[in-house]
């Protein structure tokens, strides 16, 4: 056996119990249990471990489990996938344990479980066993983008849970929301229309033609570019010969000719006729502007001068008053030898204060202030008439300086004019010279050598890919999977007018229904939930049929959720059945028969029945149901703590 089946399923505990629920591989399992026994948690349990972005465990054992997990097998190697539940607050945890070998040792307790990956991580892995390459949906719908290809895409094949299993416009899991387009979009690849080597084509072949359109863009560029200078080429050299670069006539001369007046036109220099009333405008602007800037510093010093002379004034006159204040001391005279007698009551003095020392000293040395200050206040006097000679110098030099230019600037009209048509001139000249360069790129055609290489590689790409083949091959396999359909269904209860009738398949829509002489019947508009029942399973077992015999990508296990819904009502569901008493439990054998006949018929086929009757009287049910009764154990033991 070389496909994945599911070995087991394993709860854990919040307080180290578990619980274990087994399967044999390649035959058909059946756990059977009362309303309300957790059976349909199983495949919730299954897509949550296979990566889900949401967590849907009914609440019952959601609570009660901190860890759910699932072993998978292929025979030879084991895949063990724990994960924990999610808090109440969150749709999903990216807490995940993962563990592969030969024969793996459960472990016994959560408290073994600890994170070794993430669900993207636990994803890749999982394709990586299954062997799905890394590849992208194949497109089919408008406004749509390719995505990867992952481990999830394979769970709308593997769970036909109760909300599809009698449904009668949704053929596969996912197939009424968001999943709809992804799963029409990777059926090409799950039926081997296309594969890792054809997808990898189809990418070289969306690069290659981006290639190819901007290769063919370069090209149409540089012929425009041709195109647009082939048409400037008379009316560059009109705008040359305007301005007098060159001289003959722009609208007789060929083309060959304009060339070659437009290369020495390009070569044009200004000569040096006028340049002496230039120069000499120059000149004068030059010395008058130095003559400027001189008189400016002299105005500027002259001014700080000033200053300088008007605080030497001020100062005078300061310590002329403070002298004056302090002439007093004169009566204690003004030598040196200290005064005996006091001026005021001519007494004498008996003792020398430090006070009338301080006096004297500050009397003495403003008077040496005052004498420098009037020494210095003629010398600033005689500095700032100095600034002002030479001012007035300046000013007279300015006044001929200014003359002579305006004695220039009225001869230099013409001067002027020569200079205006040498600008323009240059200004042409510069103009042909970047016309020619352009236009020696551009002259010789663009190279479409690249262009020619591109285009045979891609159609070599396209004879092999050929999307008219491809949808072709699409069509071939879903009559292949239509055609073992019908083969099963012709063994099942179909409560149709139509004996003359085969089933089909339609990937492109996800729907199915049977083909007559006379037209397409969708399931929808055959009515009856037996007969809708019966189309899923035909489907279901029929793309089984094809995943093993082209070798695809596809875990090689089924889960049914409760075969007999069609045939009791939820109400009046018994728990143990014989299956001889009357027609219905008839027909609800006849599935039972088919699921045993195709576990045999294919050898490496698993079926996991979920259900909710029990045929005591069947041996091949009582055998696959082994010891999976969840009565009185249920799926969640008695005791098991819940956390809310």
Known sequence: MSRWQLRGIHLFSHNGRRRDITFDLNAVNIITGPSGSGKSAICEIIDYCFGASECHIPDLVREATSWPSILLSNGTTEVFVARRMPPPNQLSSDEIFITFGSALEIPASADALQRTTNAGTLLRQLEQLIGIGNVKTEVFGANRKSNRISARSVVPFLLQSDDVIINKTVLFRG????????????????????????????????????????????????????????????????????????????????????????????????????????????????????????????????????????????????????????????????????????????????????????????????????????????????????????????????????????????????????????????????????????????????????????????????????????????????????????????????????????????????????????????????????NYLSLHMSIALGLQRYFKLHDRPVPGFIVFDQLSRPFYPPDKRPEIVSTHTDADRGALRQYFDVLFKEVAGQQDLQIIVLEHAFFADDDRFVKAVGSRYLDPEKLIPEGWPRVK
């Open 175 to 530: 197939g009424q929301d968001e999943r709809r387009d992804s799963i029409i979009d990777s059926f090409p690849y799950f039926l081997g229309v296309t594969d890792e080597a054809t997808i990898g084509k189809e990418q070289e072949l969306r690069r290659l033609m981006g290639q190819r359109a901007a290769e063919e863009r370069r090209i149409a560029l540089a012929d425009r570019q041709r195109d647009v200078l082939a048409l400037s080429l008379r009316s560059i050299a009109t705008e040359a010969q305007s301005v007098g670069l060159i001289d003959i006539s722009v609208q007789d001369a060929s083309v060959e000719r304009l060339r070659a007046a437009l290369q020495s036109g390009a070569s044009w220099r200004p000569d040096q006729d006028g340049a002496g009333g230039s120069d000499r405008l120059t000149e004068l602007t030059d010395y008058d502007r130095r003559l400027r800037n001189q008189r400016g510093r002299l105005l500027t010093e002259i001014s700080e001068s000033r200053e300088a002379f008007q605080e030497a004034s001020q100062f005078v006159t300061t310590t002329e008053r403070q002298q004056r204040r302090l002439q007093v001391v004169d009566l204690f005279g003004s030598g040196d030898a200290p005064v005996e007698t006091c001026p005021v009551c001519s007494n004498t003095i008996m003792q020398h204060t430090e006070t009338l020392a301080n006096v004297r000293a500050a009397y003495q040395q403003l008077q040496l202030q005052l004498r420098s200050a009037e020494r210095e206040r003629p010398q600033i006097d005689d500095y700032i008439s100095a600034l002002q000679t030479k001012i007035d110098g300046l000013s007279s030099e300015l006044q001929i300086v200014t003359a002579q230019l305006r004695a220039v600037v009225r001869e230099a009209g013409s001067i002027q004019e020569d200079l205006d048509l040498n600008q323009r001139r240059m200004r042409v000249a510069g103009r042909v010279s970047y016309y020619l360069e352009i236009a020696d790129e551009v002259e010789a055609p663009p190279s479409t050598a690249h262009l020619d290489v591109l285009n045979r590689r891609i159609a070599g790409l396209q004879d092999e890919l050929d999307a008219e083949n491809k949808m072709d091959r699409l069509q071939d396999a879903q009559r292949q999977v239509g055609m073992s359909a019908d083969d099963i269904l012709g063994d099942l209860p179909f409560a149709s007018p139509y004996p003359e009738r085969s089933v089909y398949l339609n990937t492109r829509d996800l729907t199915t229904g049977v083909l007559t002489e006379q037209r397409r019947i969708s399931m929808r508009d055959i009515g009856s939930d037996e």
